[in-house]
């Protein structure tokens, strides 16, 4: 849910027909970052739609934030995840911004969006949350089933307008026109607008990477030159018979999968 979609009789009914968990995208408690990204709501009515989630029954929430902006210091990350510890948030996923192009809303480059993204994990890790994923951290392992789905190669089902989902090895994304999807809906057909098969090694490779215990070993056997040069080079480790990314090289996670696919 948006904060600005919250209202304490939504979230009352939702509680009461058995609904037990909320992913909320706060995005920011600063109302210069929240400007930036266009977002409808204030940080006051985040903290409100939070507030009111609590009051109505919810304990298991997730916040979403997203980081890598300009003006992005130590003081807006650690009042971010302060006020989320406060509230006693089980889940945080914290997200790099990408895929701004407009001229009047320049981002750090890459390396600046590295560092603040290495700053966030710390500054978490000092509230208690732990990196599971690599944009995803929690308290007491309240990982989350949902994303756990997608990371582990799971099936999971899309339903609506522009959702993606993931049947009999297929990865597909429904129709973001509206028009295009009742009309397959009112045709009787699935309303999908692309599908690929995707091959399972290479997802299992780019998919179980973003975990913090990553992958078997097996799954990259046929890759065993890059392996060794990223082992030797610190960026992955093994343990166990898995293979996983360094912890301090998480941010450069796109990159390391490029390379082994």
């Known amino acids: 849910m948006n904060p600005e979609d919250v209202s304490g009789k939504k979230l009352k009914t939702l509680f009461e027909t058995g609904v037990n968990r909320l992913s909320l995208g706060v995005q920011s408690f600063n109302d210069d970052d ?28 997730s916040l979403d934030f997203i980081i890598g902006l300009n003006g992005n210091n130590r003081n807006i990350l650690e009042k971010n995840f302060k006020t989320a510890f406060k509230y006693k948030i089980p889940h945080i996923s914290s997200y790099i911004l990408e895929g701004v192009e407009d001229k009047n809303r ?26 599971y994923e690599v944009s995803n951290f929690c308290t007491n392992d309240k990982r989350s089933l949902h994303n756990m789905k997608y990371w582990t190669n799971k099936i999971y089902i899309g339903t609506g307008i522009s959702s993606s989902g993931f049947e009999n090895g297929i990865d597909y994304v429904n129709h973001s026109n509206l028009n295009n999807y009742y009309k397959d809906i009112d045709s009787g057909i699935i309303p999908v607008k692309t599908s690929e098969k995707i091959n399972p090694v290479k997802r299992q490779i780019v998919t179980g990477l973003r975990l913090t215990e990553g992958i078997s070993s097996n799954l990259l056997s046929h890759k065993k030159k890059e392996v060794e040069m990223l082992l030797s080079e610190k960026i992955l480790i093994i343990k166990g018979g898995n293979i996983s990314v360094s912890p301090d090289k998480f941010g450069i996670l796109n990159e390391v999968i490029l390379h082994l696919i």
């Open 106 to 131: 320049k981002i750090p480059s890459g390396n600046k969006q590295i560092a603040i993204y290495n700053l966030a994990v710390e500054i978490l890790n000092s509230f208690g949350y732990k990196r």
């Open 34 to 61: 929240l400007k930036f990204l266009e977002r409808e709501h204030t940080a006051k009515e985040s903290m409100a739609a939070v507030e009111s989630a609590l009051e109505s029954g919810f304990k298991n929430i």
